[in-house]
């Protein structure tokens, strides 16, 4: 019977903290909503430089290396 009650308790305890969890995610969500829209930024983005390496996509994460391939 120990045994039994021991595992009710803990079924019990792990309901307790998922609900406590979700309580505090539902009222964090009401306190602090996320805008619909984004906002505009004040200054518009300027475009990229092109590349001076003769890769011709400037701002790429891999740009080509200087040294010609032979």
Same mark, same amino acid.
């Given at each position: 019977?120990?045994?039994?009650? $021991? =595992?009710?308790?803990?079924?019990? +305890?792990? *309901?307790?903290?998922? $609900? =406590?969890?979700?309580?505090?995610? +539902?009222? *964090?969500?009401?306190?602090?909503?996320?805008?619909?829209?984004?906002?505009?930024?004040?200054?518009?983005?300027?475009?990229?430089?092109?590349?001076?390496?003769?890769?011709?996509?400037?701002?790429?994460?891999?740009?080509?290396?200087?040294?010609?391939?032979?």
């Amino acid at each position: 019977m120990e045994k039994v009650l $021991g =595992l009710l308790f803990l079924v019990g +305890y792990i *309901v307790l903290i998922v $609900g =406590l969890a979700a309580f505090i995610t +539902y009222a *964090v969500i009401r306190i602090f909503p996320t805008e619909r829209t984004p906002k505009k930024p004040d200054k518009p983005e300027k475009p990229e430089k092109p590349a001076s390496d003769g890769g011709g996509t400037g701002g790429t994460l891999f740009r080509r290396s200087k040294r010609a391939a032979t």
